[in-house]
């Protein structure tokens, strides 16, 4: 499985911007997709994630991004966004796309253990 992140960049504090993350290699139907981030001296963080079954999709996002956010999937190019909006400066980070297996449990999003495969990240950041 192969992930490549794309669309970062540097961007003004309430402006938008939107990540790609192409996924080859692997079983669309049953697959979790998630965006970690991670800024200087923190913990690599779960921002949110999709989790596909055959019988459908479970979008997680972490509660304090909720509102501002989405995450969506394009089935037909095998490749996941990350809409964010009303971006802030503690926004700026380095953005991961991972994938591994699906899951129902809410929690494990943010688990990157959950998760065999990482991209490149790509970078973000938002100025004041």
């Known amino acids: 499985v192969q992930l490549q992140a794309s669309g970062g960049g540097l961007v003004q504090a309430g402006r938008s911007l939107r990540l790609s993350c192409v996924v080859s290699?692997?079983?669309?139907?049953?697959?979790?997709i998630g965006w970690f981030r991670q800024s200087p001296g923190r913990e690599r963080e779960g921002v949110s994630c999709?989790?596909?079954?055959?019988?459908?999709?479970?979008?997680f996002t972490a509660d304090h991004l909720k509102g501002r956010f989405t995450f969506s999937r394009d089935n037909a190019k095998n490749t996941v966004h990350l809409q964010m909006d009303s971006l802030k400066p503690e926004d700026t980070a380095v953005y991961y796309c991972?994938?591994?297996?699906?899951?129902?449990?809410?929690?494990?999003?943010?688990?990157?253990?959950?998760?065999?495969?990482w991209g490149r990240g790509t970078l973000v950041t938002v100025s004041s």
């Open positions: 999709i989790s596909s079954f055959r019988s459908g999709d479970h979008t």
């Open positions: 991972a994938a591994g297996g699906p899951f129902y449990i809410s929690t494990y999003f943010r688990e990157r253990s959950r998760y065999a495969y």
């Open positions: 290699g692997s079983n669309w139907d049953r697959i979790s």
